[in-house]
């Protein structure tokens, strides 16, 4: 009897350790990337994967899944249509940013169509297949184009002057969750002016290739502001909402931030400008959206460059096609 009461005790003792091994290994499969995942190397081939197959036009050697999803400039687009045709080259490489945690990769770069355009694609991988590409094109804008504040006319040194900067690592990396709140930071400032955003100092924004702070050259005139300078001066109050925010890549060894965003801006007759409301120009007054692609680097807990690549004139109410 005392034989049977031990036996039973051991095999419900072995059980629960066995029970309890179990949720434990559960628990740390859940909190780590499949077995099948993607490191940061195995994300970046993709990108390149990609990259090669779109300068020779032919997708048709890419591991994409039956079901992948795929958009260009926010609309369905089949691999093999819209810039896999109009690309010539590659005019400038620039960064690859991918996570591991969340198996998306994307690249911001320079391509030559007609004119100098500048490609954002968003890779996610799925069983070693892509399942979502996402690809922005800001195509590029003749040199004598008309200017209305939507031209695309990048600076690629700037660009390969900022590269390196993005791409170091930082001394004090920050967490997941930090990193995205400093970038959510900037558009609740943005909806909040001035609000709480973490500016470094020295913070400056760079949209489709073009210094826009702490440019004595902006084209509106004004005397050269900072990140915070503009906030506080209340010059994006014309952009009441924020929309469809995706934080999909993080990269906490160099503290950058993908941030996907839809500037909301219904037009406003007048606009904040040297403290005075004075009346809009068209670009403010019309009604519009803009898809933007930002890429955020923060150190110290601070916003230290913002790069946007960006769809600024899309028509009112255009979806991003993955709302």
């Keep these: 009897m005392r034989k049977s009461f031990f036996a039973v005790a051991v095999m419900s003792v072995a059980s629960l ?25 195995c994300l970046s081939g993709f990108v390149d994967q990609y990259l090669a197959a779109l300068l020779i036009h032919d997708p048709s050697g890419l591991p994409v899944a039956a079901d992948a999803k795929l958009t260009e400039n926010t609309k369905p687009t089949p691999l093999g249509e819209g810039v896999w045709k109009t690309i010539k080259y590659i005019k400038f490489r620039g960064e ?34 892509i399942a979502e590409a996402e690809t922005i094109v800001a195509h590029g804008s003749a040199p004598d184009a008309p ?20 791409e170091n690592s930082v001394s004090k990396p920050a967490s997941r969750a930090q990193l995205i709140a400093a970038a959510n930071a900037y558009f609740d400032g943005i909806e909040h002016q001035p609000g709480h955003v973490p500016f470094a100092p020295g913070c400056n924004r760079i949209e489709n290739g073009q210094l826009t702070t702490n440019n004595p050259t902006n084209s509106e005139g ?23 925010r995706r934080f999909p890549v993080v990269d906490q060894a160099r503290g950058l931030v993908v941030a996907q965003v839809v500037f909301d801006i219904p037009g406003s007759k007048t606009w904040i400008r ?24 923060v150190d110290h807990g601070q916003i230290q460059l913002i790069q946007a690549f ?9 979806p991003t096609g993955w709302n």
Excluded at 106 to 116: L, N, Q, R
Excluded at 225 to 244: D, I, M, R, S, W
Aim: aromatic letters at 8%; proline letters at 10%; charged letters at 20%.
């Design 96 to 129: 690859t940013v991918s996570d591991p945690s969340t198996q998306q990769v994307t690249y911001w770069g320079a391509v030559e169509e007609d004119h100098v355009s500048l490609l954002m694609l968003r890779l996610k991988i799925v069983g070693g297949k």
């Design 274 to 297: 040297d403290g005075k409301e004075v009346p809009a120009p068209p670009a403010v007054a019309n009604p519009r959206n803009n898809i933007l692609n930002e890429l955020f680097k």
């Design 310 to 318: 960006m769809l600024p004139n899309e028509p009112y109410g255009t």
């Design 17 to 41: 350790i066995a029970g309890s091994l179990t949720m434990h290994s559960r628990a740390a499969e859940a909190a780590s990337p499949a077995k099948d995942a993607c490191d940061r190397a």
């Design 147 to 166: 200017r209305t504040g939507f031209e695309v006319m990048p600076d690629l040194q700037l660009l390969a002057a900022i590269k390196p900067f993005l």
């Design 222 to 244: 004004l005397p050269p502001l900072g990140c915070q300078e503009q906030f506080q001066a209340k010059l994006f109050t014309y952009v009441p909402h924020v929309n469809y």
